[in-house]
């Protein structure tokens, strides 16, 4: 029986580590993802979870006791936000070279400076090649569904790779939504206990982690991981498949709205996708062929797939919530625009940068990049290929 | 441990195995087994490493010198480290994921550099949250891992490659961090400061009261690098001891608060005796340069003065 509440983000995130009861959680404040620690602190406080909690004095620190409790054969997770993410980025490399199943809760928030604590990528997409699996939300119930797939997907000996659930700061994570959420014992079945292969405290087994290794080695390990983390894709699917039975809610590596017969179609991550979507209701209500593409899984990148998604369209709005500082394209655009063209198919696009900072991106905004896309595919206008929208005059 | 003998740990099963890497007659290493001998048979341990030279050498893909589980993850993180591995058997033990009756302690080991350093605020962060683990800090002065710069427990004057002794300059300008005084702030249950003596029966006895006294303990163990200080390499047990008679490295204890006194040399010796068969100080014995000397002992001095005053209180 699903339970129809009211919480945000951080609440379904809460509610769901709650709901797994996992073994070790060492984290560090941080707005917006503050609230995830607290209310574990208080579940643990109050005897509702076994849950050891380690309040350590850095996030540099939290991701590397989040390793050493993994490493020693518990399930183990963080959550963090923006600069956090930033102070943990060698310890993020760690936990994916040596293989540990953690999970980490990033509230998305923008990075410093000017220091800002609003909602944007720039955290997210900085750690992207850090070798972590990526799952951005929509929604307070991505976020919570999210987290519950974020474990089986981690621990899978297939993968064995950790896994970051990504949802917008304060936009999703603050804000409070109605939500539908699981009993507690279908989602103990469906996460299930951890069981290691080798770990520190395994009585009389004893392993070494985290070697020195010479050019002889260290390039196969490279490989091996990023083999792992292609292989997550199947994993990624049969996981999201399994949740569908138990929640009848159905994921898969992105959403595909009204995208069927669509001319224009706007590729997006995360909350604003809601927006997009009201913009694309009302655009269809004119006649226009406009839909969605919602990324949800963006590492390991579907490349194929989404190129797949695409290629029947006339153009595409690649939109990016972070600068590259590159004059040439966001992590999205980049990624999409060489997918396309590795594959030869022949889609126009133009790349945008919103909402960064907290910058509000509306209904308006969706209108006037799908009128531009139009413009430039049948007016034959020239559109700049990498641009922003919702600067100030 | 009233009955210590030499003789019987030695014959101790090894834990850490010949065949790593490290320099011959490196302290570091005499140090690490030295730890290691005080561990009780039976027992299970985790060993944390942070980067350094004992980590490079000693756990080299795809060997490994180390008997017992053995975590290396960074540089500046063996304390946080090993506080998530011991949190993790706390939360397994709760749980009945690990049988009752097998018990693990908790040992890392960090060069000066990850510990007086970089590794300082994760090392202060475990000490403060009350792990039950041993951080030893093998010190020798220098990062001797990346070729001999100064760390912050590089003693005076030493002649580092960051610290060069030139025509202007007489090697490191700063004294030494007094790193065991600053964790025995933190009112941690055990801090130790110890070194190689003929028997080893002190730093044993340090090492057995730290990983056996529950909570957060620390072991600072002065261990010579042959190549960072330049000496005669088969002289280190003569250098140690001019270390502790020269009062440059005090052996002592701080048990619950209590500042205990572990070694008084029954003469003190100038500080010249310890500072002339070491070549990074070299450049102390020109001519002239005899008020730098005048400057050490002071300043060893005024140490081993505050010391005193707090053992006798």
């Given at each position: 029986m699903a339970i129809k509440d009211r919480m945000s983000g951080n609440e379904a995130v809460a509610y769901a580590i709650k709901q797994i009861n996992p073994d070790v959680m060492p984290a560090f404040p941080i707005t917006?993802?503050?609230e995830i620690p607290q209310m574990v602190s208080n579940y643990i406080a109050n005897g509702e979870i076994e849950t050891e909690f380690i309040p350590v004095e850095s996030e540099h620190s939290a991701m590397s006791a989040t390793i050493g409790a993994e490493a020693a054969g518990a399930r183990s997770l963080t959550a963090t936000s923006s600069a956090g993410l930033a102070l943990m980025w060698e310890e993020l490399l760690l936990a994916a070279s040596n293989r540990m199943p953690c999970v980490l809760a990033l509230v998305n928030r923008t990075l410093s400076g000017p220091i800002n604590i609003n909602c944007d990528h720039s955290d997210g997409m900085g750690a992207r090649d850090t070798g972590w699996i990526q799952i951005y939300a929509e929604n307070n119930q991505e976020a919570y569904d999210n987290f519950l797939q974020a474990y089986p997907i981690a621990e899978d000996p297939r993968v064995h790779l950790p896994v970051m659930i990504c949802q917008d700061g304060f936009i999703t994570s603050h804000a409070v939504e109605n939500i539908e959420l699981m009993e507690d014992a279908p989602v103990k079945e469906f996460v299930g206990e951890y069981c290691p292969e080798e770990y520190l405290l395994n009585p009389g087994k004893p392993v070494a982690v985290g070697p020195y290794s010479v050019s002889n080695y260290a390039m196969e390990a490279r490989k091996n991981q990023a083999d792992a983390l292609l292989a997550a894709k199947k994993v990624i699917l049969e996981v999201a498949e399994k949740y569908e039975k138990i929640s009848g809610r159905k994921y898969g590596f992105f959403e595909e709205y009204r995208t069927e017969d669509a001319d224009y179609i706007m590729l997006i991550i995360g909350s604003a996708a809601g927006t997009a979507k009201q913009a694309v209701d009302d655009l269809r209500d004119q006649g226009k062929k406009v839909g969605v593409l919602k990324?949800?899984?963006?590492?390991?990148?579907p490349a194929d797939e989404i190129v797949e998604a695409l290629?029947?369209?006339?153009?595409v709005a690649i939109m990016d919530r972070t600068e590259s500082y590159n004059g040439n394209g966001g992590p999205l655009g980049s990624e999409v625009c060489a997918g396309l063209y590795r594959r030869k198919a022949d889609v126009a696009s133009v790349n945008y940068i919103y909402g960064l900072a907290g910058r509000d991106f509306t209904v308006n905004h969706v209108y006037d990049i799908f009128a531009e896309l139009e413009d430039m595919v049948e007016n034959g206008k020239e559109v700049e290929q990498f641009k922003y929208i919702g600067l100030r005059d | 441990m009233e009955n210590y003998s030499l003789k019987e740990v030695m014959n101790?099963?090894?834990?850490?195995?010949?065949?790593?890497?490290?320099?011959?007659?490196?302290g570091a290493t005499i140090g690490v087994r030295a730890v290691l001998r005080a561990l009780h048979e039976g027992d299970r341990a985790v060993i944390g490493n942070a980067t350094g030279c004992l980590e490079v050498s000693s756990y080299m893909y795809p060997y490994t010198a180390w008997e017992d589980s053995y975590i290396h993850n960074a540089f500046e993180n063996a304390g946080a480290t090993l506080s998530g591995v011991e949190t993790a058997y706390k939360v397994l033990k709760k749980r009945g994921r690990l049988p009752e009756d097998e018990t693990f302690k908790f040992i890392t080991f960090g060069g000066d550099g990850g510990?007086?350093?970089?590794?300082f605020q994760s090392l202060s962060g475990a000490m403060e949250r009350g792990h039950d683990m041993v951080y030893v800090c093998y010190d020798n002065?220098?990062?001797?891992?990346?070729?001999?710069q100064r760390s912050s427990a590089t003693p005076m004057y030493a002649d580092t490659t960051t610290t060069p002794a030139g025509k202007v300059s007489n090697g490191k300008p700063q004294y030494r961090k007094d790193l065991a005084a600053i964790i025995a702030d933190h009112n941690v249950p055990y801090v130790a400061q110890t070194t190689f003596t003929r028997d080893f029966k002190d730093l044993h006895q340090k090492a057995e009261k730290a990983i056996y006294t529950e909570g957060s303990a620390f072991l600072n163990i002065m261990t010579p690098c042959p190549r960072g200080w330049r000496y005669d390499t088969p002289d280190i047990m003569k250098i140690v001891q001019l270390a502790i008679d020269t009062c440059y490295w005090p052996m002592f204890e701080v048990d619950h608060g209590v500042w205990r006194l572990t070694y008084e040399p029954k003469k003190k010796l100038p500080i010249e005796e310890f500072l002339r068969p070491q070549g990074r100080f070299k450049h102390l014995f020109k001519p002239g340069n005899e008020h730098l000397i005048e400057a050490f002992q002071a300043e060893v001095d005024r140490r081993w003065e505050d010391l005193l005053y707090k053992c006798a209180r």
């Amino acid at each position: 029986m699903a339970i129809k509440d009211r919480m945000s983000g951080n609440e379904a995130v809460a509610y769901a580590i709650k709901q797994i009861n996992p073994d070790v959680m060492p984290a560090f404040p941080i707005t917006p993802s503050t609230e995830i620690p607290q209310m574990v602190s208080n579940y643990i406080a109050n005897g509702e979870i076994e849950t050891e909690f380690i309040p350590v004095e850095s996030e540099h620190s939290a991701m590397s006791a989040t390793i050493g409790a993994e490493a020693a054969g518990a399930r183990s997770l963080t959550a963090t936000s923006s600069a956090g993410l930033a102070l943990m980025w060698e310890e993020l490399l760690l936990a994916a070279s040596n293989r540990m199943p953690c999970v980490l809760a990033l509230v998305n928030r923008t990075l410093s400076g000017p220091i800002n604590i609003n909602c944007d990528h720039s955290d997210g997409m900085g750690a992207r090649d850090t070798g972590w699996i990526q799952i951005y939300a929509e929604n307070n119930q991505e976020a919570y569904d999210n987290f519950l797939q974020a474990y089986p997907i981690a621990e899978d000996p297939r993968v064995h790779l950790p896994v970051m659930i990504c949802q917008d700061g304060f936009i999703t994570s603050h804000a409070v939504e109605n939500i539908e959420l699981m009993e507690d014992a279908p989602v103990k079945e469906f996460v299930g206990e951890y069981c290691p292969e080798e770990y520190l405290l395994n009585p009389g087994k004893p392993v070494a982690v985290g070697p020195y290794s010479v050019s002889n080695y260290a390039m196969e390990a490279r490989k091996n991981q990023a083999d792992a983390l292609l292989a997550a894709k199947k994993v990624i699917l049969e996981v999201a498949e399994k949740y569908e039975k138990i929640s009848g809610r159905k994921y898969g590596f992105f959403e595909e709205y009204r995208t069927e017969d669509a001319d224009y179609i706007m590729l997006i991550i995360g909350s604003a996708a809601g927006t997009a979507k009201q913009a694309v209701d009302d655009l269809r209500d004119q006649g226009k062929k406009v839909g969605v593409l919602k990324l949800r899984v963006f590492r390991p990148f579907p490349a194929d797939e989404i190129v797949e998604a695409l290629k029947n369209c006339k153009a595409v709005a690649i939109m990016d919530r972070t600068e590259s500082y590159n004059g040439n394209g966001g992590p999205l655009g980049s990624e999409v625009c060489a997918g396309l063209y590795r594959r030869k198919a022949d889609v126009a696009s133009v790349n945008y940068i919103y909402g960064l900072a907290g910058r509000d991106f509306t209904v308006n905004h969706v209108y006037d990049i799908f009128a531009e896309l139009e413009d430039m595919v049948e007016n034959g206008k020239e559109v700049e290929q990498f641009k922003y929208i919702g600067l100030r005059d | 441990m009233e009955n210590y003998s030499l003789k019987e740990v030695m014959n101790k099963p090894e834990r850490l195995a010949p065949g790593h890497r490290m320099c011959a007659g490196c302290g570091a290493t005499i140090g690490v087994r030295a730890v290691l001998r005080a561990l009780h048979e039976g027992d299970r341990a985790v060993i944390g490493n942070a980067t350094g030279c004992l980590e490079v050498s000693s756990y080299m893909y795809p060997y490994t010198a180390w008997e017992d589980s053995y975590i290396h993850n960074a540089f500046e993180n063996a304390g946080a480290t090993l506080s998530g591995v011991e949190t993790a058997y706390k939360v397994l033990k709760k749980r009945g994921r690990l049988p009752e009756d097998e018990t693990f302690k908790f040992i890392t080991f960090g060069g000066d550099g990850g510990t007086y350093d970089i590794g300082f605020q994760s090392l202060s962060g475990a000490m403060e949250r009350g792990h039950d683990m041993v951080y030893v800090c093998y010190d020798n002065g220098a990062y001797m891992n990346t070729g001999i710069q100064r760390s912050s427990a590089t003693p005076m004057y030493a002649d580092t490659t960051t610290t060069p002794a030139g025509k202007v300059s007489n090697g490191k300008p700063q004294y030494r961090k007094d790193l065991a005084a600053i964790i025995a702030d933190h009112n941690v249950p055990y801090v130790a400061q110890t070194t190689f003596t003929r028997d080893f029966k002190d730093l044993h006895q340090k090492a057995e009261k730290a990983i056996y006294t529950e909570g957060s303990a620390f072991l600072n163990i002065m261990t010579p690098c042959p190549r960072g200080w330049r000496y005669d390499t088969p002289d280190i047990m003569k250098i140690v001891q001019l270390a502790i008679d020269t009062c440059y490295w005090p052996m002592f204890e701080v048990d619950h608060g209590v500042w205990r006194l572990t070694y008084e040399p029954k003469k003190k010796l100038p500080i010249e005796e310890f500072l002339r068969p070491q070549g990074r100080f070299k450049h102390l014995f020109k001519p002239g340069n005899e008020h730098l000397i005048e400057a050490f002992q002071a300043e060893v001095d005024r140490r081993w003065e505050d010391l005193l005053y707090k053992c006798a209180r």
